[in-house]
Antibody, heavy 119, light 112 residues
Framework: QVQLVQSGAEVKKPGASVKVSCKVSGYTLTELSMHWVRQAPGKGLEWMGGFDPEDGETIYAQKFQGRVTMTEDTSTDTAYMELSSLRSEDTAVYYC????????????WGQGTLVTVSS | NFMLTQPHSVSESPGKTVTISCTRS????????VQWYQQRPGSAPTTVIYEDNQRPSGVPDRFSGSIDSSSNSASLTISGLKTEDEADYYC???????????FGGGTKLTVL
């Protein structure tokens, strides 16, 4: 059973960066395809990027390219999502989610991290 | 790019059956598997259907999924509705052309 535990809520000023962590247990990070999904208040789910097992690369949604970086520390089984040049529209709950069987099903999710961008 | 379009909301009475649609704007709905997620307020999403029509263990067989190439859409059907089914439901699929994942806008199910 995979468990994903995310870091706590953050408050950032416009223009700043935020880095959210996602600690994996039950599996090793190398066995999983990790993705990041965000949800603005009262809005739907939005895929930001994730690991593509077909070519072993991390791919980003076009909307976030140049502003988001997703990394992994396999020594601690922790994934990170850093979003820069924050604006108020980035206020959202950010989720890590895994596709443990590389089938396209995001079968395990973290609890979510609220990032608030406010001056 | 393609979009997945869902009705904003649906409502039905307990014990009845409801179907939520998810229409793909371009390309064939059969090209990539469709997943369905349930999200209750304040919680992370959970999978109720994967690979078009497969149910994860623990999901009741009241939940079923299908695709229809003629309407280029996927459907989530919930029978014998219970008040606990009240939640937001999202469809999701892979965009092979742009190498990314797409979510539908979500449907709020009210069981009243």
């Amino acid at each position: 059973q995979v468990q994903l535990v995310q870091s706590g809520a953050e408050v950032k000023k416009p223009g700043a960066s935020v880095k959210v962590s996602c600690k994996v247990s039950g599996y090793t990070l190398t066995e999983l395809s990790m993705h990041w999904v965000r949800q603005a208040p009262g809005k739907g789910l939005e895929w930001m990027g994730g690991f593509d097992p077909e070519d072993g690369e991390t791919i980003y949604a076009q909307k976030f390219q140049g502003r988001v970086t997703m990394t992994e520390d396999t020594s601690t089984d922790t994934a990170y999502m850093e979003l820069s040049s924050l604006r108020s529209e980035d206020t959202a709950v950010y989720y890590c989610a895994t596709d443990s069987s590389s089938s396209g099903d995001f079968d395990y999710w973290g609890q979510g991290t609220l990032v608030t961008v406010s001056s | 790019n393609f979009m997945l379009t869902q009705p904003h909301s649906v409502s039905e009475s307990p014990g009845k059956t409801v179907t939520i649609s998810c229409t793909r704007s371009s390309g064939s709905i059969a090209s990539n598997y469709v997943q369905w997620y349930q999200q209750r307020p304040g919680s992370a999403p959970t999978t109720v259907i994967y690979e078009d029509n497969q149910r994860p263990s623990g999901v009741p067989d009241r939940f079923s999924g299908s695709i229809d190439s003629s309407s280029n859409s996927a459907s989530l059907t919930i029978s014998g509705l219970k008040t606990e089914d009240e939640a937001d439901y999202y469809c999701q699929s892979y965009d092979s052309s742009n190498r990314g994942w797409v979510f539908g806008g979500g449907t709020k199910l009210t069981v009243l």
